[in-house]
């Protein structure tokens, strides 16, 4: 009955760990949007903007915006909300500054609720 008990024990933690592989991972709200990152080209990385330059308050984020270098000097790749219309998909930087694509960066909760519930539309 031990064995019985302990094989089966075993097995139970087995499966549980391996179906804690290959989820994708969900933004910091239950129904919220996915992120995908987009990895620099070659090269790429050595030519980003420092972050502070890009990711000012009222500033327009670029188009063409992939990602920035920290102040340690580390290349930060943008991580974009996956949205249903790719139109509404946003990025952010240090969880404190939003924008998408071309758009006014902010740090104002109110339009940050918006951006996610647009991109949830």
């Known amino acids: 009955m031990t064995r019985r008990l302990a094989a089966t024990t075993a097995t139970l933690a087995a499966l549980l ?16 949007p996915g ?5 620099p080209e070659t090269g790429v ?7 502070t330059q890009v990711w000012e308050e009222g500033a327009t984020l670029p188009d063409d915006y992939e990602g920035c270098e920290d102040e340690s000097g580390a290349y930060a790749a ?8 790719p139109a509404m998909e946003f990025t952010s930087y240090e969880d404190e500054l ?14 940050i609720k918006k951006l996610r519930a647009d991109c949830q539309a």
């Open 98 to 111: 939003f924008a998408k694509r071309g758009d006014t960066i902010t740090g104002d909760p109110a339009a």
């Open 45 to 51: 990385a050595e030519e980003a903007p420092a972050c």
């Open 35 to 39: 992120y995908a990152t987009n990895a």
């Open 78 to 85: 943008a991580v974009w909300a996956t949205c249903d219309d």
């Open 17 to 32: 760990a391996m179906s804690a592989c290959g989820t994708e991972p969900e933004s910091n709200s239950e129904s919220g």
